[in-house]
């Protein structure tokens, strides 16, 4: 059954399935944490390899691209969700309108030193699959390998309506085409909405937009079915990830030497559950993250500490 503006609604059975819990979460951590272990406990913990890494926002801070939430884990701003998206044709205008900005400089973002440290530990046999709540690519940019994007990623999307994909790449070539002189606009703008190219870029390639500029802005259509649907292929807050990925996601990570947690505050269920599920097997967990996690209680090995210095550190320690 489809709604009145002929996309899908999120099925109802989806809600109650364990396996494709929806990001929803927002939960405020502790402001100070303290460390589990020794940086040399991560150095023996990673040279048994079997490693599955489980990464998120933070670790693609240092390339320029700011995460959702502050050291407390409440949201610095509030993403728009499925159902505002699916909503109405002015969501999806508002949404286009902001990410036709942010993903030039999403997509201009280069992997640092922490991708490329897994990316290293990957190629030596430390590490196996990767699993990353992150969007931008970053880890196959940098080399890696056997990377599960559990929330999809920006460099495509995708009609809610007949299902045709599209690249991104392709995508900004027609918006550019549909909004002459928009950018131009925007950068005029600029000193009225604030300083647009840095903090407030966000994870998604989402960014803070004057109502003005988003409702001269033409939003995408699909070039199949005609209809403006057209959704970048993420999953967005109120969203469910796909079973099957959760399924493949859970099984990497029981058959796992032990999980290791980069950058994320699992402060939503759909990475929380898989330090869960380790816990529950005895699979030993690493958090190596700046502030409090969400699955701290869980973790063998917490190390409140940068990351980029960190990983470096410990590729040095292993030997590569």
């Given amino acids: 059954m489809q709604q009145p503006n002929g996309i899908p609604p999120q099925s109802t059975a989806a809600a109650v399935t364990p396996a494709t819990t929806r990001l929803s979460t927002s939960r405020t ?5 303290h460390d589990l272990g020794t940086f040399d406990d991560l150095v023996g913990l ?16 240092e390339s320029g691209i ?13 993403p728009m969700t499925y159902g505002e998206f699916a909503g109405s ?27 490329r440290v897994v ?20 880890h196959q940019v940098s080399g890696a390998t056997d990377v599960i994007e559990l929330h999809g990623s920006l460099d495509r999307a995708v009609c809610l309506t007949c299902g045709e994909y599209t690249s991104r790449i392709g995508l900004h070539e027609r918006m550019t085409e549909a909004n002459p002189g928009f950018m131009d606009r925007f950068e005029e703008a600029a000193h009225v909405v604030g300083s647009q190219w840095g903090e407030q870029v ?19 259509r699909c070039l199949v079915c005609g209809h403006d649907t057209v959704k970048p292929d993420v999953v967005f ?9 959760v399924e493949q996601c859970f099984s990497l990570v029981e058959s796992a030497g032990a999980v290791l947690v980069l950058g994320s505050s699992l402060s939503v269920m759909s990475g929380y ?17 700046r502030s409090a996690t969400r699955g701290d209680a869980e973790a063998t090995l917490r190390l409140h500490a940068p990351l980029g210095p960190t990983l470096t550190e410990l590729r040095d320690a292993l030997g590569h």
């Fill in 273 to 289: 559950r898989f330090v869960r599920r380790a816990h529950q097997r005895d699979v030993p967990v690493a958090i190596v993250t």
């Fill in 66 to 78: 700011p995460d959702y939430r502050g050291p407390d884990g409440t949201r610095r701003v509030e």
């Fill in 202 to 220: 966000r994870p998604d390639g989402d960014i803070v937009l004057a109502d003005a500029l988003v409702e001269s802005f033409h939003a995408p």
């Fill in 46 to 61: 990673v040279s048994g390899g079997g490693v599955v890494v489980l990464s998120g926002a933070g670790l693609s801070t």
């Fill in 29 to 33: 951590l502790p402001l100070q944490t």
């Fill in 119 to 138: 990316t290293d530990l990957q190629r030596a046999g430390y590490v196996g699959p990767i699993i990353t709540q992150n969007v931008d690519g970053l």
């Fill in 89 to 115: 044709s002015e969501a999806r205008r508002r949404y286009w309108a902001r990410s036709y900005i942010g993903w030039q400089r999403f997509n201009a973002a280069a992997p640092n030193e922490g991708h």
């Fill in 237 to 245: 807050f109120g969203e469910s990830v796909p079973k099957a990925v």
